[in-house]
């Protein structure tokens, strides 16, 4: 039986390198389609507490992982080498940016060094880690062709982007669209076979390039639209106009626009980081993309921004930054999820206690983090703790939190998500 056949019929294994946000949603999916899937992660830690049906992944039901997991669907190791009887091996490693701001690849690098220890004939390999156009034929077809196999005939490669949105209610790893692009036709064509099998609708591009390029367009294209909204914001700040409004009264457009919204800054796994890879890739062209360049910038300056507007708003009421007890409500990156990779609010944080602010936070999703100060824990919030803020901070805004018991027991509200969309009272000052 051939590749295709094994996948078509589910009795292709399948290896899942990295259980994290992108990884676990997808072996879950394969189990429960039918096929055996080996997920392989570094840290011990996940493998136990996975192998034991526990996640950090919200938008993972705990039943779902129980059942795969007890239905021997989904086995989980701490070793590769139970790769060696995959018959396609998906890699979904974290590509963060370095200290210099330059793409980390070291965790794709040493997925690829560990697979070709176990490198077989009819092996499919899918890339899903967002990185610059090349990577896969470079880092992985390349690879294959030096130990022996000749890819798109011995050995299949592929690169298809993750495409997650925690938090997401509506949108799944099975309903959000894939795309695909193999180093050859037949390399897309198995991918494309594998994919469909658990994803709804999959499209097909004419390179591994093409499809790194489209996630990296996809992120480019949200980093730009926020910072220009973010820019916006500025502007109507000095200019005392409500950009909520604004943007209210934009929206009303039925054709040509596209609503973005402004706040402290962006985060997450893709938005601050996908444009950079595409910039860094691009300058070995002698090509400089000053859309992106700028939009990081900006984008990169709102926790400032929003540490020098809260400034303005305390000398106004008599009040030094330096000394004063403030609080921020919402510490994770974005609303309803318990992610704190490249939060605003982290430098917003840090930004203040350099200023001499007493800094607490509270979070429904985050009970702790560190920094170079030390740990914080989130406070209990209740009236006495609330009244004794001189300003609370609104920077992420989860659903489960109850804000109109935040404006009956504050003295005064910084609010950059607006979620005091139609209050009037003067204690609340928007972005």
């Not at 022996?148 to 299949?156: A, F, L, P």
């Not at 036709?185 to 594998?194: G, I, N, Y």
């Not at 949200?222 to 502007?235: D, G, K, P, Q, T």
Request: charged share 30%; proline share 4%.
């Amino acid at each position: 039986m051939n590749l295709e056949e094994k996948i078509k019929n589910k009795e292709a294994v399948i290896g899942v390198v990295g259980l994290g946000y992108v990884g676990l949603p997808l072996s879950i999916e394969f189990a429960k389609a039918g096929f055996f899937v080996s997920g392989v992660d570094i840290s011990e830690d996940k493998v136990k507490k996975l192998s034991a049906g526990n996640t950090d992944v919200l938008d993972i039901k705990k039943d779902d992982l129980v059942d795969v997991i007890d239905s021997g669907k989904l086995k989980i190791y701490n070793d590769y080498s139970v790769l060696k009887d995959a018959d396609c091996i998906c890699v979904t490693v974290p590509t963060p940016l370095n200290k210099t701001k330059e793409p980390d690849i070291s965790h794709i690098k040493y997925a690829i060094d560990e697979i070709k220890k176990i490198l077989h004939k009819d092996l499919l390999i899918v890339l899903e880690s967002t990185t610059y156009p090349g990577t896969t034929r470079e880092l992985i077809a390349k690879e294959v062709e030096k130990s022996g196999y000749e890819v798109g005939r011995d050995i299949y490669v592929a690169f298809s982007p993750e495409r997650i949105d925690p938090g997401n209610k509506k949108f799944s790893t099975r309903n959000i669209p894939r795309v695909i692009g193999g180093i050859t036709k037949d390399c897309t064509r198995l991918a494309s076979c594998l994919y469909r099998s658990i994803i709804d609708k999959v499209f097909c591009l004419d390179s591994s390039e093409e499809a790194e390029m489209v996630k990296l367009l996809e992120n480019t294209f949200r980093s730009v639209n926020i910072a220009l909204v973010n820019e916006m914001a500025m502007m109507c700040d000095r200019m005392g106009v409500n950009i909520w409004k604004v943007i209210e009264g934009a929206s009303t457009k039925p054709f040509g626009f596209m609503p973005f919204y402004p706040g402290p800054g962006i985060g997450g796994h893709c938005i601050p980081l996908d444009p950079i890879y595409l910039s860094w890739k691009a300058k070995s062209y002698n090509f400089y993309n000053r859309f992106i360049d700028l939009a990081t910038d900006i984008n990169g300056n709102m926790p400032r921004f929003v540490v020098n507007k809260l400034q303005r708003i305390l000398n106004e009421r008599n009040r030094s930054i330096k000394g004063s007890t403030l609080l921020i409500v919402g510490i994770t990156y974005k609303n309803d999820v318990n992610d704190l990779r490249e939060s605003p609010s982290l430098e917003v944080f840090k930004l203040l206690e350099e200023l001499g602010a007493k800094v607490d936070f509270f979070d429904s999703y985050i009970k702790s983090f560190n920094n170079d100060n030390g740990e914080y824990r989130s406070i209990e919030l209740n009236e006495k703790s609330l009244q004794s803020y001189e300003c609370v901070l609104i920077l992420t805004a989860h659903k489960n939190v109850d804000y109109n018991f935040i404006l009956e027991n504050s003295r005064l509200i910084f609010d950059t998500r607006n979620v005091f969309k139609d209050c009037e009272d003067s204690k609340v000052v928007r972005l």
